[in-house]
């Protein structure tokens, strides 16, 4: 060993960028120069941060074996490329290795016959004729940030000593590089993806405003939200779709502590099967077809923030176990990837599925479901909070009027009325979209909502109330909004006439009209239907 090729090596090394080819070049070029047995380096960190010692308390720091190259003498010697042996992890002040990581003191041991106190395999020297032994931290900036040792076949004398101990100090400027790079890259990364998915989200972000209404109902779920958002426990939103479940995911998140983080949306049902792991975990380049460049995953991307799991009913049984390792052990692997990164994230799922339903059916991990709802929320649909029809309606109205340029108008009596009667399938997200049609139809008009229901009405596959007689979309009359509502009124008062007004349990008219007991009552009320005295 001469100065001449440690320099060479250290210059091909500092031209590396990432990490694993860094302590590769180390360990490959030292081991290849003559009477050299084997390199090895351990770096210093968090027992957590190992894919081996993962299991270990978090807190303890360790060194743990990174990279090795060496050539044994006997062909049924085992690789010695494998970092996950016997001496993979080794205590600070434990042997030779732990003492120059706790001292930052290097070690020379010219012979090892002579220093046998040093040696841990006495057996293993002797056979594979190891005569010295040379360690040196890696010290960059007055942190230790591992240790570099070579065992020789040959005597090291105190030039060979001195000559590793600067190839050390450059090896170590190379790895914090490394580091460096490579946290660079993470965070670019990570910082163009946060900017595409916000961008994406932005929009969305807006799509119902803030959440408007004074029912009771929704008075609830901002009960709810108000207790649940400072605790880091998951939240399952049940609702209908178009209810406004996202809504409530983004008021959590924003109560909560986690409100300068993002809030990352996945929607579940737009995830395909074979791409589910790289969208929610990443994946790193070359590790698939189609792989082209390293990819940050939803989980590393929503660290320290909030994960919102939209239609979470959707994800495939196969892919439901991988998904609650992780929230179970938060830790994260992207596809390709032998790292193991730890993730700090709280998930709210949202779902119009009866998940309860889906557990019994074999379609939806019992586990999973108990991870998920440890906080359940329930966004009733429209229909049963009428109350807050008005002025979800007035509110999109004034919205899509300044954003046309149109003069603010504000709902009838008439219209509100005819709003209150109809029985919203597709709850806000249709209100929505009712008003806007509304609007647009009117560029060169006066804006009128009176009749901007009828579209709606004649695509209305289920009326309010299961009533006796659907509507027909192929009939050339269309039912007003007067006739729809006197309709479900006399089939609401024919029901509870015939279950002489009881609305719970066997038996109720609940149980007839196939609805719950409190959305009947909610109609009941606003209808005005009381048993007769």
């Known amino acids: 060993m001469n100065a001449a090729s440690l320099q060479s090596i250290a210059t091909a090394v500092a031209q590396e960028r990432t990490l694993k080819a860094v302590l590769s070049g180390i360990v490959r070029e030292l081991a290849g120069q003559p009477n050299v047995a084997l390199t090895r380096i351990w770096l210093l960190s968090m027992n957590h941060r190992c894919d081996v010692c993962s299991h270990l308390n978090h807190q303890d720091r360790s060194l743990h074996l990174v990279s090795s190259a060496g050539t044994p003498l006997s062909a049924r010697t085992p690789d010695w490329s494998a970092v996950d042996g016997k001496f993979h992890r080794v205590e600070l002040g434990s042997g030779k290795v732990g003492h120059i990581a706790a001292s930052g003191e290097s070690v020379l041991l010219e012979n090892t016959a002579d220093d046998q106190q040093w040696i841990v395999d006495q057996r293993w020297t002797a056979e594979e004729g190891i005569v010295s032994f040379a360690g040196h931290p890696l010290a960059f900036r007055g942190e230790i940030l591992g240790v570099l040792a070579l065992f020789s076949r040959d005597r090291l004398g105190p030039n060979d000593f001195e000559w590793l101990r600067s190839f050390a100090d450059h090896a170590a400027i190379a790895i914090a590089n490394a580091r460096a790079f490579e946290e660079v890259e993470r965070l670019r990364g990570q910082l163009e993806s946060e900017n595409r998915y916000l961008r994406e989200e932005v929009n969305a972000a807006h799509a119902f405003g803030e959440i408007i209404g004074e029912s009771a109902a ?162 009733l649909p429209l229909r049963e909070r009428a109350e807050d029809i008005p002025l979800l309606a007035n509110h999109f109205a004034q919205q899509y009027c300044k954003r046309m340029n149109q003069p603010v108008r504000r709902l009838s009596s008439e219209s509100v009325q005819q709003f209150q009667q109809y029985s919203w399938p597709g709850n806000v997200r249709e209100l929505q979209n009712v008003i806007e049609r509304a609007v647009i139809s009117s560029l060169n008009d006066p804006v009128n909502f009176n009749n901007c229901l009828v579209a709606s009405i004649r695509f209305e596959k289920r009326p309010v109330g299961r009533l006796i007689h659907r509507l027909n979309v192929n009939r050339t009359s269309i039912m007003t909004a007067h006739e729809l509502a006197a309709l479900e009124t006399e089939n609401l008062r024919t029901a509870m006439e015939r279950t002489h007004w009881k609305i719970y349990g066997p038996g109720g008219a609940a149980k007839l009209l196939g609805m719950r007991p409190t959305t009947l009552t909610s109609r009941l009320k606003r209808l005005g239907l009381r048993k007769p005295r």
């Open 218 to 379: 929704l008075q609830k779920v901002m009960e709810q939200i108000h207790v649940v958002a400072p605790t880091s426990a998951s939240v399952l939103i049940l609702g209908e779709s178009g209810t406004g479940k996202e809504l409530v995911a983004r008021a959590i998140h924003r109560h909560s502590q986690r409100s300068d983080r993002p809030l990352v949306k996945v929607n579940c049902a737009a995830v395909p099967r074979e791409l589910f792991e790289s969208e929610f975990f990443g994946h790193v380049k070359g590790s698939f077809t189609g792989a082209f460049k390293d990819r940050v995953g939803r989980f590393q991307l929503a660290n320290g923030g909030t994960l919102f799991l939209d239609e979470v009913g959707e994800i495939p049984l196969e892919s439901q176990g991988k998904l609650l390792r992780v929230l179970q052990e938060g830790q994260i692997e992207r596809v390709g990837d032998d790292e193991t990164r730890r993730v700090d994230v709280r998930v709210i799922a949202a779902t119009n599925k009866d998940l309860e339903a889906e557990v019994a059916a074999g379609r939806f991990r019992r586990d999973l479901y108990f991870r998920l709802s440890v906080f359940p929320v329930e966004v």
